[in-house]
C-alpha cells in the first residue's frame, strides 16, 4: 500500500488544483489527500459504454476509410497534448521548491510572516528583494492588501469580455437563470455541491451535481461520485468535458456565476441545451 502511494506519488505528485499556477500546492505536499482520495473512491455506476460507439454511426461505405483515418489521427494527437500538458506542469511545478525556497529566506529576514506569501508578490519585486535585500515597501502590509483584495473579489463574476486597460465594473451576480455550453450529453436532477478544489472532496456525496470554477487534471476524481458537472469556464475539450464524456454525465461548461449557488439546492443540468434549472424552494 505505501509503496504504491510512493509511487504514484512520484508520477503524479506535481499535480494540483491548477497545472498553471505552481502556488497552488501539489498532491506530493499532501500526501493525506492521496489517502482521502483512495478511501472515498466509488466506482461510477455509469460508463462511457453508454454512450454512442463509433460503430453506431451511420457513416456511409465509401467515406468510412477516409473518416477512420481522421478518427485515428485525432485519437493519436489527442494523446500528444495531453503528454505535452503533463510534461508543462511538471516543469512548470520545479519553480514551486525555488519560490518557496526564497519564501523561507524572506521569513528569516523578517520580510515575510510565512514562506507561501512569497507567492503574493510580483516577480519584479521579488527580483528587488534579492538584489537588494531590503525592498522599497513593506512586504507583509504589501502582501496583507492583496490577500484582502484577494478576498474581497472571490464571489465577483468577470466580464467575459474586456477592452482597454480599464478595469472594468465587476457583476456580483445571484447564479439565477444560468446557461452554459453542453459539452457531455444526458440530463440530471440533484444537489448542488460547490467546490473550490480537489481539498473539497470529503464532501462530495453520490449524486451532487459538482459545481466547480474550472477544472484541470488534478479535479479528475472528483468526479467518480458526479451525477452531473457544471463548470464556470472550459470548453468542448476542458477536461471536465472530457471527463464527464467518460463517465457518461452531463456536463454545461461556461456557466457565469455558477458558483454563486448554495450548497444543497436542487438542480437540473441539462446536457443538451446547457440549461441549468434552478428549483426554488417551495
Known amino acids: 500500500m505505501q509503496r504504491g502511494i510512493a509511487q504514484f506519488l512520484k508520477q503524479f505528485g506535481h499535480l494540483s488544483d491548477s497545472s498553471s499556477d505552481f502556488s497552488q500546492k501539489p498532491w506530493r ?40 483515418l481522421i478518427y485515428n489521427r485525432a485519437r493519436q494527437f489527442r494523446w500528444y497534448r495531453e503528454a505535452i500538458s503533463s510534461l508543462y506542469t511538471y516543469g512548470y511545478g520545479l519553480f514551486r521548491d525555488l519560490f ?23 516577480m519584479d519585486e521579488v527580483r528587488e528583494i534579492v538584489k537588494r ?35 472594468p465594473s465587476l457583476d456580483p451576480g445571484q447564479g439565477r437563470g444560468l446557461k452554459g455550453t453542453p459539452t457531455s450529453r444526458g440530463v440530471y436532477t440533484g444537489p448542488v455541491r460547490v467546490l473550490k478544489g480537489i481539498q473539497d472532496m470529503s464532501r462530495v456525496q453520490g449524486g451532487d451535481v459538482l459545481v466547480i470554477p474550472y477544472s484541470d487534471v488534478g479535479w479528475t476524481p472528483l468526479f467518480a461520485k458526479a451525477g452531473a458537472v457544471v463548470a464556470e469556464s ?35 443540468v441539462d446536457g443538451y441545451s446547457g440549461r441549468i434549472i434552478v428549483h426554488e424552494p417551495a
Open 133 to 167: 535585500e531590503q525592498p522599497a515597501q513593506d512586504c507583509k502590509e504589501l502582501v496583507r492588501e492583496r490577500k484582502d483584495e484577494i478576498n474581497r473579489v472571490r464571489d465577483i463574476i468577470p466580464p467575459e469580455t474586456i477592452f482597454g486597460r480599464r478595469a
Open 100 to 122: 518557496l525556497a526564497l519564501g523561507h529566506h524572506f521569513v528569516r529576514c523578517d520580510l515575510l510572516v510565512q514562506a507561501e506569501d512569497v507567492f503574493y508578490l510580483h
Open 234 to 268: 472550459g470548453g468542448l475539450l476542458s477536461h471536465s468535458s472530457i471527463i464527464a464524456r467518460e463517465y457518461g454525465i452531463p456536463a454545461v461548461v461556461s456557466v457565469p456565476g455558477a458558483c454563486q449557488l448554495a450548497d444543497g439546492t436542487p438542480v437540473t
Open 29 to 68: 505536499e499532501n500526501p493525506d489527500l492521496i489517502l482521502q482520495m483512495i478511501i472515498d473512491y466509488v466506482p461510477p455506476a455509469r460508463g462511457a459504454s453508454d454512450g454512442v460507439q463509433l460503430a453506431d454511426l451511420p457513416i456511409p461505405a465509401l467515406q468510412r476509410p477516409f473518416f477512420m
